[in-house]
């Protein structure tokens, strides 16, 4: 399909057009009348195209194969024996935006592979102003005052020792190591802060309501109880009408049962 950018140079259509002396609407004189728009539009024109723009020329134009026919596939032990296409040649892929990848995005994506749970944990989603991330510019060490431990810890920590020169890019894996070392540390630790502040809370005789795990629970099992009791009810409510549709059923005569076994004995 071809890319339409009728819409872009409207100005200019409309223009002559009504040089041309055609148009919807003329005036008592029959002089064509601009729209009320045209002026407006002609004195602040737009300052950006929208029309879509080809993308991946490179690959569209320049297709290069990298085996030939014929020829041998090293470290394979096979021959090419037929031209494979490894590029999309249809018309609407030109015009897809690319594909953007970070490096912080396959670090995250890593970490809560290896660490599913933390994706569990609270998190706060709300900003006062939305640029809290840029108030956090040493990485010198994972631990924040004004950020809560998690995931995006150890990503901007392996980030810091990439940029500073501790490891080289390409062994990002042990700064990612590294990074996360410190943060099963600092994670340690402050369970253990938790913990001992619990004790002795409790130990001055603060009492704790029930934790979130346990209200969860609870509310479960009170569906599952509702769901017992109507089950439990739908069971003698079926019984009830089994127990109808035999009692109503015709009784057989015995007369008859008796008179059968005569009937088979004769000839």
């Given amino acids: 399909m071809r890319l339409q950018t009728k819409?872009?140079?409207i100005l200019e259509t409309t223009a002559r057009l009504i040089r041309a002396g055609r148009g919807?609407?003329?005036?008592?004189?029959?002089?064509?009348?601009?729209?009320?728009w045209y002026r407006?539009?002609?004195?602040?024109?737009?300052?950006t195209n929208l029309a879509l723009k080809a993308h991946h020329l490179e690959?569209?134009?320049?297709?290069?194969?990298?085996?030939?026919?014929?020829?041998?596939?090293?470290n394979r032990g096979?021959?090419?024996?037929?031209?494979k296409q490894g590029f999309s040649v249809k018309p609407q892929h030109l015009y897809r935006p690319k594909l953007i990848r970070f490096v912080e995005d396959k670090i995250r994506q890593l970490f809560?592979?290896?660490h599913p749970w933390e994706l569990a944990r609270p998190k706060l989603v709300v900003e006062n102003d939305g640029n809290d991330a840029s108030r956090i510019k040493d990485w010198s060490s994972i631990y924040q005052k004004n950020k809560k431990l998690d995931g995006e810890s150890v990503v901007q920590r392996t980030l810091y020792l990439i940029n500073t020169g501790a490891y080289q890019p390409q062994d990002w894996l042990k700064a990612y190591d590294q990074a996360r070392v410190e943060f099963y540390r600092l994670r340690m630790r402050e369970e253990a802060e938790?913990?001992?502040a619990a004790e002795e809370a409790t130990m001055f005789g603060s009492v704790f309501g029930k934790s979130y795990i346990q209200h969860g629970v609870e509310q479960e099992q009170k569906v599952i109880d509702k769901w017992v009791d109507e089950a439990i009810e739908a069971t003698?409510?079926?019984?009830?009408?089994?127990?109808?549709?035999?009692?109503?059923a015709p009784e057989e005569d015995p007369s008859a049962q008796a008179v059968e076994p005569e009937q088979q004995q004769l000839p």
């Avoid at 569209?60 to 990298?66: T, V």
């Avoid at 096979?78 to 031209?83: A, E, H, I, K």
């Avoid at 409510?237 to 549709?245: E, F, G, H, N, Q």
């Fill in 236 to 248: 003698k409510v079926k019984k009830s009408k089994l127990t109808d549709t035999t009692d109503t």
């Fill in 24 to 36: 919807s609407t003329r005036n008592r004189l029959g002089a064509i009348n601009e729209p009320s």
């Fill in 78 to 83: 096979t021959y090419v024996t037929r031209n």
């Fill in 59 to 74: 690959e569209y134009i320049n297709q290069k194969q990298k085996f030939k026919v014929g020829e041998e596939r090293k």
């Fill in 40 to 47: 407006v539009v002609a004195s602040h024109p737009p300052t």
């Fill in 7 to 9: 819409a872009t140079s």
């Fill in 194 to 196: 938790t913990q001992v």
């Fill in 112 to 114: 809560y592979d290896q």
